[in-house]
Antibody
Framework: QVQLVQSGAEVKKPGASVKVSCKAS????????IHWVRQAPGQRLEWMGW????????KYSQKFQDRVTITRDTSTSTAYMELSSLRSEDAAVYYC??????????WGRGTTVTVSS | SYELTQPPSVSVSPGQTASITCSGD??????VCWYQQKPGQSPVVVIY???KRPSGIPERFSGSNSGSTATLTISGTQAMDEADYYC??????????FGGGTKLTVL
């Protein structure tokens, strides 16, 4: 069964960048579309963007497009999300998820990002 | 930008039917998914493409979508169904949008 394993919690200072990884099990990574979704404490799910793991094409939410970069490494079946210019309101749990048949069918367990001076 | 609106909370007695709505402009023209999220856990899809139920999701979960409103219905609600529920749709301009979430309380 496909699993998405995310990197561990991060603590960053305001203005810094954070890069979160999402490693997929199985051998069909290049057929995946991987999304990044974040959730601030007590808040709604918020979509940030996706990457087609095969072609490398990306699409970002307008809210984040100036600060987020999503990449992938097909040799390690890993997707990455880098968010720059961090501010306190970026403190959240960041999830990667695979989309299939219009749904996010598999989710990682989430990576907590803390932003504190 | 496209928005989806959900009631903040819904309460239901065990064994009764819970209905959670999700509203958006011409939502019936889009496919809607529903996710269940329990505290400290990742979301789980319970309904996709408006009405389809993934394997492993109990039959008591069903969905509909028409006009401007999609509805998640849980028949014979159980205590284990207590969770936050989010609707989600795809939009040509916004790409992916989530509703604000509904806290389902079973009491």
């Amino acid at each position: 069964q496909v699993q998405l394993v995310q990197s561990g919690a991060e603590v960053k200072k305001p203005g810094a960048s954070v890069k979160v990884s999402c490693k997929a099990s199985g051998n069909t990574f290049t057929s995946y579309v991987i999304h990044w979704v974040r959730q601030a404490p007590g808040q709604r799910l918020e979509w940030m963007g996706w990457i087609n793991a095969g072609s490398g094409s990306t699409k970002y939410s307008q809210k984040f497009q100036d600060r987020v970069t999503i990449t992938r490494d097909t040799s390690t079946s890993t997707a990455y999300m880098e968010l720059s210019s961090l501010r306190s309101e970026d403190a959240a749990v960041y999830y990667c998820a695979r989309s299939l048949s219009d749904a996010f069918d598999i989710w990682g367990r989430g990576t907590t990002v803390t932003v504190s001076s | 930008s496209y928005e989806l609106t959900q009631p903040p909370s819904v309460s239901v007695s065990p064994g009764q039917t819970a209905s959670i709505t999700c509203s958006g402009d011409k939502l019936g023209d889009k496919f809607v998914c529903w996710y269940q999220q329990k505290p400290g856990q990742s979301p789980v899809v319970v309904i996709y493409q408006d009405i389809k139920r993934p394997s492993g999701i109990p039959e008591r979960f069903s969905g509909s979508n028409s006009g401007s409103t999609a509805t998640l219905t849980i028949s014979g609600t159980q205590a284990m169904d207590e969770a936050d529920y989010y609707c989600q749709a795809w939009d040509i301009s916004t790409a992916v949008v989530f509703g604000g979430g509904t806290k389902l309380t079973v009491l």
